[in-house]
């Protein structure tokens, strides 16, 4: 099976909390990771936890890790049309080794 | 933050020809580079690791006579796709490292491969 697995699709209004979901498969994995890709552009590093943490807290952003259950969550507060794009979960098992992906999650905001 | 260039960011080539996309870390030495391709709306997946003054690691179902990857410096790796095909059609992504004790990958704006 997948390592990385993600819901494919979310759809908020304007305003609204978007919560992103991901689960692993790996519990050696030691770093885990959020990133952003906007239509036709690179990767975007949004926010990234280590293993020992339960959650992370930056600006709009909230990352919440159940590592019993292998459940990484991306919460993004007052969601604007801005945010639109592709979210990816990725895993590393130690610091500057190869990520391992999830198929990504496309957000679409309305307004 | 620590930036990672590509050039080019777009190509078209004919099927047949040999194409090269460059990786530079502009202000960091990155003792490893990986390459990643990225199928329209699937995953990035990681094709080689590649590290400074040695030979590349290919991952599995990856040919490495047809990647051509080298590291011939801290800041530039290069990633020749040859006798490229229509199937070689993708977004190539780079991404750099400066070391083993860092937290994390800082990835370029990747090239658009278009095969004719």
């Known amino acids: 099976g997948e390592d990385v697995e993600q819901s494919l699709f979310l759809s908020v209004r304007e305003g609204d909390s978007s919560v992103i979901n991901c689960t692993y498969t790996d519990s050696s994995s030691t770093y885990l990771y959020w990133y952003k890709q906007e239509p036709g552009a690179g990767l975007q590093l949004l926010t990234y936890i280590f293993s020992n943490m339960d959650m992370k807290q930056d600006q709009r952003l909230t990352v919440l890790l159940n590592k019993k259950d292998k459940h990484l969550s991306l919460r993004i507060a007052d969601t604007q049309t801005g945010d639109s794009a592709i979210y990816f979960c990725?895993?590393?098992?130690?610091?500057?080794?190869?990520?391992?992906f999830g198929k990504g999650t496309t957000l679409s905001v309305s307004s | 933050g620590a930036v990672v260039s590509q050039h080019p960011s777009w190509v078209i080539c004919k099927s047949g020809t040999s194409v090269k996309i460059e990786c530079r870390s502009l202000?960091?030495?990155?003792?490893?580079m990986f390459w990643y391709r990225q199928f329209p709306k699937q995953s990035l997946m990681l094709m080689a690791t590649s590290n400074e003054g040695s030979k590349a690691t290919y991952e599995q179902g990856v040919e490495k006579d047809k990647f051509l990857i080298n590291h011939a410096s801290l800041t530039l790796s290069t990633l020749t796709v040859t006798s490229a095909h229509p199937e070689d059609s993708s977004f190539y992504i780079c991404s750099a490292t400066p070391g083993l004790r860092t937290d994390t990958q800082y990835f370029g704006p990747g090239t658009r491969l278009t095969v004719l």
């Open positions: 202000d960091f030495q990155a003792t490893t």
């Open positions: 990725a895993e590393s098992k130690q610091a500057g080794t190869a990520l391992i």
